[in-house]
C-alpha cells in the first residue's frame, strides 16, 4: 500500500523529493507524507487530489495535520494477507564474513556479538533475494599464537582442548612482557612458524589450530550458524607480503627497515605492514585477504563485521586497497559495532580480560533455569527443559546484541534481557508460544465467517512487517526488524488480553486469520535474527 500512496503524491506533486512513511504513533494514521511540507504547498488542496486518487476501499480517511498528511488504511486492507518482501538483493553476490576467531583462544563474547550481528545481516540479505556466502577468517597464525605454542613446548604436552591453548595463550603473553629470553624464543618460533619450518613447534602448532577450528565449528553449530567457506590469515600473509613487497615505492614506504603505509598523506594514521623482519602482521594480511576473497567470488558487496574501535584500522586498510585495486576498496563495507558492558551481573573472565561466549551462556542459563524452577515448569523433563533453557538464553543474549544500531554501545543487562514482559528475546519467544498455543486450540473449534467490526492495533501493526524486513536489510540494521517484533509482541499480548478468540468452541475466521498472521510474522522475523523459536515455555 506504501507504493500505491507514493504513486499517488508523485501523480499530485511531480518533482518533489517526498517521504512516505510510518508515524510514530498509531493515531497519526498508518502512513504520513511530508509531501505538502517540502513541496511548499496548502496540505488540505493536496490531500483532496490525493483522495480522488485513492480508492476508499484501501484508504479509508486522509487528515491533515499542519503541513502533513496522515493516512488511515480501510478494513478490507488491514485484513492480514500475505506479504511479499522487496527482492532489493536479487542478482547480488554479498561475502559475508561474520566471524574472525582467534585460534588458540576459546571463543569469546567478542566473536559472539560478531557472530550474532553477521548471522543476522546474512538472513535479512537472504530474505531480500541476495546470494550470500558466509565466511569465517580464523587468524591462526600470529605472534599470539606463537605465545601459546612456547607454552606447550616448555610443559611438553599436546593440547587436550581448547581451554588448555587459551590457558597457553594467556601464560605466553605475560611471559612474553616479563623475560627478555623468553621473548626471543617466542619471536623465534613466530618466525618458524610462519616460514613452515619442520619441527617440534609447527607439529605442536598443527596439533592445536585443528583442535581449534573442531571446536570452532561445534560452538558455531551450538549458535545457530554455518559457513560456506574459511579463509585462514596463513595464507592470507603470504599472499598480503607479496602485494605489499610489490607496491613498495607506489603505495608503501620503507621506514626503519619495516614497510609502511604513509597514511598521514590521506588524513590517516601511518601504519606498520611488514615488520623489520619481513612478517606481514594484520594490514597486510588483510590486504591478502581481499585479493582472495574477490579473486574467488568477485562480489558485488564484500562485508567484514568488526569493532568500532577497528574503524581507523580499517580505514587505513581500505586507503591501501583503493590504491592497489579500486574495486577491492568500492566493493567493500566494514559493519562496525560498539562496545559491550555488563549490568545487573558479572561474568569471571578465564583469560584476559574478555569472559569466554559459553561462560555468558551458561550465566544466563542459570538465570532462566532459576525462572522455570519457579514456576515448577519443566520439573518432570529435564532433558527438555534444558534444551528449552538453552533456546531462551541464545534469544535473550542475541536480542540485547541486535537491539543496538552500528555504532552504538551495547548494554547487556542480565534481568533485563530474561525477563518475560518488555522488551527481550523471551518476550518474544514466549508471544510466539502464545500465538502457537492459541492456534493448537482453534484446531478443535468451528470457524464461523463474520469480522469484527473495528481494526485492531494488532492489524495495524502487522502489514508493516516486510517493510520492516527491508529497511533493515537495505540499511543493514537488523535492530529495526527488533524494535518492530517488540511492538509486535506488545500489541499481540494487548490483544490477546481484551479478546475472547475462541467463545463456545467457535472462532471467527478473521480471528483465526489474524492469529495465523501473527504466528507466522513472529516465527519469520525470529528467524530472520536468527533467534530460537521454544516449543513451550
Do not use: C
Not at 503541513?67 to 488491514?78: D, G, V
Not at 565466511?135 to 591462526?140: K, Q, T
Not at 614497510?259 to 590517516?268: A, I
Request: charged share 25%.
Amino acid at each position: 500500500m506504501r507504493e500505491k500512496i507514493e504513486q499517488a503524491v508523485k501523480a499530485a506533486l511531480p518533482g518533489v523529493a517526498f517521504v512516505v512513511e510510518r508515524p510514530r504513533a498509531l493515531e497519526h494514521g498508518d502512513y504520513s507524507t511530508n509531501a505538502a511540507l517540502v513541496g511548499k504547498v496548502d496540505p488540505n488542496e493536496l490531500s483532496s487530489k490525493l483522495r480522488s486518487l485513492l480508492s476508499s476501499n484501501e484508504v479509508e480517511k486522509i487528515e491533515v495535520v499542519g503541513k502533513f498528511i496522515n493516512f488511515f488504511l480501510s478494513r478490507e486492507e488491514l485484513t492480514p494477507k500475505e506479504q511479499k518482501i522487496p527482492q532489493l538483493y536479487a542478482g547480488k553476490k554479498i561475502l559475508l564474513e561474520k566471524s574472525a576467531p582467534n585460534l588458540f583462544k576459546p571463543f569469546h563474547v567478542g566473536h559472539l556479538l560478531n557472530l550474532s550481528v553477521g548471522e543476522s545481516l546474512s538472513r535479512l540479505m537472504r530474505a531480500l533475494g541476495g546470494e550470500v556466502v558466509d565466511v569465517a577468517y580464523p587468524s591462526d597464525i600470529s605472534l599470539g599464537v606463537a605465545k601459546a605454542v612456547w607454552v606447550g613446548l616448555k610443559e611438553g604436552v599436546e593440547p587436550s582442548d581448547v581451554h588448555t591453548l587459551g590457558k597457553w595463550y594467556v601464560e605466553g603473553t605475560k611471559i612474553y612482557d616479563e623475560n627478555e629470553q623468553a621473548k626471543a624464543e617466542i619471536i623465534k618460533i613466530n618466525q618458524q612458524l610462519n616460514d613452515e619450518e619442520a619441527g617440534p613447534a609447527l607439529e605442536l602448532y598443527k596439533k592445536g589450530r585443528e583442535l581449534n577450528l573442531a571446536y570452532f565449528k561445534d560452538i558455531t553449530t551450538r549458535l545457530g550458524s554455518a559457513f560456506s567457506d574459511y579463509f585462514f590469515e596463513s595464507e592470507a600473509g603470504k599472499i598480503g607480503k607479496d602485494i605489499v613487497q610489490s607496491h613498495i615505492g607506489s603505495v608503501f614506504e620503507k621506514s626503519d627497515g619495516a614497510v609502511v603505509f604513509p597514511g598521514e598523506k590521506y588524513g590517516l594514521h601511518t601504519r606498520v605492514f611488514l615488520t623489520s623482519l619481513g612478517l606481514a602482521i594484520y594490514e597486510a594480511k588483510d590486504i591478502g585477504l581481499l585479493k582472495l576473497k574477490f579473486d574467488k567470488y568477485n562480489p558485488d558487496l564484500s562485508l567484514v563485521i568488526t569493532d568500532v574501535e577497528q574503524k581507523q584500522y580499517f580505514e587505513v586498510v581500505k586507503k591501501a586497497a583503493e590504491l592497489i585495486e579500486p574495486r577491492w576498496a568500492q566493493h567493500s563495507t566494514y559493519w562496525q559495532h560498539g562496545r559491550m558492558r555488563f549490568v545487573g551481573g558479572k561474568i569471571s573472565s578465564r583469560y584476559g580480560n574478555v569472559p569466554l561466549a559459553e561462560d555468558m551462556i551458561e550465566a544466563v542459563k542459570e538465570r532462566i533455569r532459576a525462572k522455570f524452577g519457579e514456576s515448577g515448569k519443566f520439573a518432570d523433563d529435564k532433558e527438555k527443559g534444558e534444551r528449552i533453557t538453552e533456546e531462551v538464553a541464545l534469544g535473550a543474549i542475541k536480542y540485547s546484541f541486535l537491539k543496538s544500531s552500528s555504532g552504538h554501545n551495547i548494554v547487556f543487562d542480565f534481568d533485563q534481557a530474561v525477563a518475560f514482559e518488555g522488551g527481550s528475546g523471551p518476550y518474544l519467544q514466549y508471544a510466539l508460544v502464545r500465538a502457537r498455543s492459541l492456534l493448537k486450540k482453534a484446531s478443535g473449534a468451528t470457524v464461523a465467517q463474520f469480522v469484527t467490526p473495528q481494526s485492531s492495533t494488532l492489524e495495524r501493526v502487522l502489514i508493516h512487517f516486510s517493510e520492516v524486513v527491508a529497511r533493515a536489510a537495505g540499511e543493514m540494521e537488523p535492530h529495526y526488524v527488533v524494535t518492530y517484533l517488540t511492538e509486535l509482541s506488545s500489541a499481540f499480548n494487548g490483544w490477546y488480553a481484551t479478546e475472547r478468540a475462541i467463545v463456545d468452541g467457535v472462532i471467527a475466521g478473521h480471528t483465526l486469520s489474524l492469529i495465523k498472521a501473527t504466528e507466522h510474522t513472529l516465527a519469520q522475523g525470529l528467524a530472520l535474527l536468527g533467534i530460537p523459536t521454544p516449543e513451550e515455555m
